[in-house]
């Protein structure tokens, strides 16, 4: 088993920077992925950042240039720096680790981004 502890969410004002952490713990070893996935209200869950073992990344295209995932292996984080930030990047943020086929989730932060 793996578990996932996000934090860092909260209310921001548009333009305004946030950075989420994800702290990895139980079965870390060979978490091949992790990444960050929102849900909108209204909307379906979507990728928005992933960074693999090898330290290759991608992104959501809203975000690209804005947000930037990157992992701290010495203390089994990964962290989401959101910069610029609109309003309709509102949503319930997830951290996720794949483990092989398993898939495992965090309990969500809420992020807010008010006009």
């Known amino acids: 088993q793996v578990q996932l502890v996000e934090s860092g969410g909260g209310l921001v004002q548009a333009g305004g920077p946030l950075r989420l952490s994800c702290a990895a713990s139980g079965s870390i070893f060979s978490i091949n992925r992790m990444g960050w996935y929102r849900r909108a209200p209204g909307k379906q869950r979507e990728s928005v950042a992933a960074i693999t073992s090898g330290g290759s990344t991608n992104y959501k295209d809203s975000v690209k240039g804005r947000f930037t995932i990157s992992r701290d292996n010495a203390k089994n984080t990964v962290y989401l720096q959101m910069n610029s930030l609109k309003p309709e990047d509102t949503a319930v943020y997830y951290c996720?680790?794949?483990?092989?086929?398993?898939?495992?989730w965090g309990q969500g932060t809420q992020v807010t981004v008010s006009s």
């Open positions: 996720n680790a794949q483990r092989g086929i398993v898939t495992y």
